[in-house]
């Protein structure tokens, strides 16, 4: 009896999606080149159960069932390539390769290009949850060749998270790239709330002098409410954790972030499409300033600011702070969504942008009740230009804009970095404000590059050269947008 799907890559992940697919009653081939790390897990975790242990490539691919359906759970790059050049001469036209690792999406879109040409399908899938999400549910985004989806429809929606009536939080998100690039933006996402929670968490450190355990409460409060959410629960329960000499665990971890890299391709790839993602890019900088740590350290003893004093009421604040947070981490969204929608139009996609918040309700880091909203926003108005504009963002985001205002002012008459709080303030009061200062921005180009100007006075698309000095004659650069 053959296995009706194979994993290649034995680690963390790749084991637990295996065990996953078992328990939901699929037959599964794993196969790693460290054949050691097969045979261990053949032997241990999955004792017993309906998984086969493969020792090279060929036995492998010959286990499966016809259409193979290969899934490789291995680090992005080079490692992906060398796989699926190693796989396919084993294969017979329609088997289905599928890669769940943190691929750059564009890698993703030129594998699935060549192995349709060589008659073989393709899907290139996020999987988000971590060790446990792929154990227990994840969420999954797949893209790619759209005929594979009938063929892995069965199992990934068996193995995935499930929210609203038994609704998994998977389904076909479009083509080439589309699934790795949606699991890139949940990443960038996922990137803004951490660095929103952890500038909340310093505030209340470091300007309200709380210990861990008095915000642990805080997080408490916040995880029962309209800020529930994975990264709040996990957040609280952090808190609340002691190392053995009785002293909080937290307090002795370095301030060092890391990071692997979807963030940054968050942010490059919203260069390329011009969308302002003003919050997740502080995000990205905020982990790498938190790497310049003994910089930091020898700064600290020669660059001077003020001593961080509150005098007004705790309670108050507190509250404040939990809105400024809802307000911010309502603007991450929405910067996450329109470079959503700016890639498809840029790229052919045709997104679900209700059902990827669906996808996102479950398994997955970035799962919150938040996400709810956003699909029945997607759901009042499939066309959406802005999730600001919606009727329930629009109210939220009045009624919470004061108190992120009073904390970021707090936060930097105190001295206090907020860069995230402050970009979602910034591109808020951007996006509203109906005359920007541009317009001297486009004078400046236009004094010392002839880049040309539109007027206020005259139709849009009409541009104009002034020879502001009187010695630069008339004749004007060429229009183009980067």
């Known amino acids: 009896m053959k296995s009706q799907i194979g994993l290649i890559g034995v680690g963390v992940m790749g084991e637990n999606l295996v065990l996953n697919m078992e328990s939901k009653g699929f037959s599964v081939s794993v196969f790693d080149i460290a054949k050691e790390k ?23 691919v010959n286990s499966l069932a016809r259409p193979r359906k290969i899934m490789m759970m291995v680090p992005a790059g080079k490692a992906v390539d060398e796989i699926i050049n190693s796989v396919i001469p084993f294969l017979d036209k329609g088997d289905i390769l599928i890669d769940g690792g943190n691929t750059h999406f564009p890698d993703t879109t030129r594998r699935t290009k060549m192995l349709e040409e060589k008659g073989f399908l393709y899907i290139g899938t996020g999987v988000s949850g971590g060790e446990e999400g792929a154990l227990l549910g994840p969420s999954i985004m797949p893209g790619g060749s759209e005929a594979a989806w009938k063929s892995v429809k069965p199992i990934f929606q068996a193995i995935a998270a499930k929210v609203d009536d038994d609704v998994p939080c998977c389904d076909w998100i479009g083509e080439e790239g589309a699934g790795h690039f949606v699991k890139m933006v949940h990443n960038g996402i996922e990137y803004g709330d951490m660095q929103l929670i952890c500038e909340v968490y310093d505030v ?23 800020l529930k959410s994975y990264l709040i629960e996990i957040t609280r329960d952090i808190l609340a954790v002691n190392d053995e000499d009785g002293l909080p665990l937290l307090n002795k971890i370095l301030d060092k972030a890391g990071q692997k890299g979807t963030g940054k391709w968050t942010v490059i790839t919203s260069l390329d499409v011009a969308v302002p993602l003003t919050l997740i890019t502080e995000s990205v900088f905020a982990r790498v300033l938190s790497s310049m740590k003994d910089e930091r350290v020898i700064a600290s003893k020669i660059l001077t600011g003020p001593k961080p004093n509150f005098s007004g009421d705790r309670k108050i604040f507190i509250d404040e702070l939990g809105k400024a947070l809802y307000a911010a981490k ?6 996450g969504y329109q470079l959503m929608r700016a890639a498809a139009n840029e790229f052919g996609w045709n997104l679900n942008y209700g059902g990827i918040a669906l996808m996102w309700r479950g398994g997955c880091i970035i799962r919150s009740v938040f996400l709810g909203k ?39 008459i105190n001295g206090i970095p907020t860069p995230a709080l402050s970009s979602a303030l910034a591109y808020y009061d951007g996006y509203r404000t109906e005359n920007l200062p541009a317009n001297l921005l486009q004078a400046q180009r236009d004094y010392f590059g002839a880049h040309q100007y539109e007027r206020v006075d005259k139709p849009r698309g009409e541009y104009f050269h002034t020879n502001w000095t009187g010695r630069g004659g008339e004749t004007a650069s060429t229009v183009y947008s980067a």
């Open 374 to 412: 956003i699909k029945e926003a997607f759901d009042r108005e499939p066309n959406l230009s802005n999730l600001l504009l919606d009727p329930f963002f629009k109210e939220k985001i009045s009624d919470a804009q004061q108190s992120l205002r009073n904390v970021i002012a707090e936060a930097v």
């Open 204 to 226: 209340l450190r470091n300007l309200l002098g709380m210990n861990t355990s008095e915000m642990y409460n805080v997080f408490k409060e916040w995880s029962e409410g309209e």
């Open 38 to 60: 097969v045979e261990k897990f053949v032997k241990g975790r999955a004792n017993g159960k309906n998984i086969v242990g493969c020792s090279s490539t060929q036995e492998f």
């Open 330 to 335: 309502i603007i991450s969204y929405t910067q």
